[in-house]
């Protein structure tokens, strides 16, 4: 089952250091995203594959926007 892998918090998407296909495990960094000049890391909670990025480096976020979506182990 695919997990939305969602922001936390209004900014700009700075780094995405995984693509779909990557195995990630728990607490590997999936996003970081810039708000306000600091740097906000988004962790994977578990081990998995990811499946799909929806988003680009550089892009403008919202609080809850889909930046990707992660498959479980």
Known sequence: MAIDIKAHITGTIWKIPVKAGDKV?????????????????????????IVEVLLEEGSPVQEGDVILRIEED
Do not use: F, Q
């Open 25 to 49: 495990e728990e607490d590997d960094t999936l996003v970081i995203i810039e708000s306000m000049k600091m740097e906000m890391p988004i962790e994977a909670e578990e081990d998995g594959e």
